[in-house]
């Protein structure tokens, strides 16, 4: 299985609209929420299923990549925040309403 460096996930925040940027925060806090209960869904499946080391190895090291992706995200979001605090924030881009609009050609 292959671990995606949690800077991926972020590394075009700066790019977004506010509102892209709202649902990418929403969603990787969401995630973030739901990590450590599907970890331990997944290592209970394993026991039921009698296999223990692999029990012990999925919460061993999906722990391990939790830990590590949870501090990435907790030190981009304090970076973010301090920039906010000392003006040194990146002005977001917004969409105009014709954009907007354009971004929804199906909708009646």
Not at 24 to 38: G, H, Q, R
Not at 65 to 80: G, H, V
């Amino acid at each position: 299985m292959k671990c995606w460096p949690s800077s991926i996930t972020i590394a075009f925040a700066d790019k977004a609209t506010e509102r892209h940027l709202e649902h990418m925060l929403e969603f990787i806090t969401l995630m973030m929420d739901i990590m450590p209960k599907a970890i331990y869904v997944e290592s209970q499946l394993c026991d039921r299923f009698e296999k223990f080391r692999l029990s012990e190895h999925l919460i061993c090291e999906s722990g391990k990549r939790y830990n590590k992706t949870l501090q990435d995200f907790r030190s981009w979001c304090n970076n973010k925040a301090k920039a906010a605090i000392s003006g040194r924030a990146i002005q977001l881009p917004s969409h105009s309403t014709k954009e907007k609009h354009a971004a929804r050609p199906f909708q009646r």
